[in-house]
């Protein structure tokens, strides 16, 4: 099974609106963090946003959110006030320090902002 | 602000060849990994590595790969005989430890692209 799935290849949303890329996670241990990342065509990986299951409250960062819904085992980004330079992929997640310490990574999503 | 470096960006070679792409992590941190990610594909696991060993590796690590800290900064990935399939863009990360909480996130360097011919 797919530790980490991204059920959305490409989205596309407004200059200055909102959008909501989802995540959901598969995993049998309590304890575990989730990541998202952004992907410009550049190539690097840019962090952008973390939450660790214990946290209760939702992850927040900028125009970055985590709407984490521990018992659905969603982690969904979402971006406020979308600007021309969230144009990306973006990658989820997840790491489980009981099974050894790496990411295991979502198939990404593909944001276009249209101005 | 620190962060992590990788050379060359982009590498081309003949399939067969040897390949060694290098990072240089930050430099207190003490946990090493490579991932790999094949255009248009997710990123993969492919090793980790602390205090001079190999702590995880994937199944993509074969016996093609291997990994090495020469020196007390340089942390290189070494392909034996490149396949046509090893082309990717390979992703060097570094964290000061193991734990999850935020300060220990994995810090990507920018990245090698190897093509294979």
């Known amino acids: 099974a797919q530790k980490i799935t991204q059920t959305q290849p490409g989205m596309f949303v407004q200059e200055k609106e909102a959008v909501t890329l989802d995540c959901t996670y598969d995993t049998s241990d309590q304890s575990y963090g989730l990541f998202w990342y952004k992907q410009p065509s550049s190539g690097e990986m840019i962090f952008l946003i973390y939450?660790?299951?214990?946290?209760?409250q939702n992850a927040t960062e900028g125009r970055y959110s985590l709407n984490f819904q521990k018992a659905r085992k969603s982690a969904n980004l979402v971006i406020s006030a979308s600007q021309l330079g969230d144009s990306a992929m973006y990658f989820c997640?997840?790491?489980?320090?009981?099974?050894?310490?790496?990411?295991?990574f979502g198939t990404g999503t593909s944001l276009t902002v249209i101005p | 602000e620190p962060e992590v470096t990788q050379t060359p960006s982009h590498q081309v070679t003949q399939m067969g060849q040897e390949v060694i792409l290098r990072c240089v992590p930050i430099?207190?941190?003490?946990?090493f990994y490579w991932y790999r990610q094949i255009l248009g594909q997710k990123v993969e696991f492919l090793v980790s590595f602390y205090n001079n060993e190999i702590s995880e590796k994937s199944e993509i690590f074969d016996d093609q790969f291997s990994v090495e800290r020469p020196d007390g900064s340089n942390f290189t990935l070494k392909i034996r005989s490149t396949k046509l399939e090893d082309s990717a863009m390979y992703f060097c990360a570094s964290s000061p430890s193991s734990g999850l909480a935020i300060h220990n996130e994995q810090f990507f360097g920018p990245g090698t692209r190897l093509t294979v011919l």
């Open positions: 997640a997840m790491r489980e320090p009981n099974t050894g310490n790496q990411f295991y």
């Open positions: 430099s207190n941190h003490l946990y």
């Open positions: 939450q660790g299951s214990y946290d209760e």
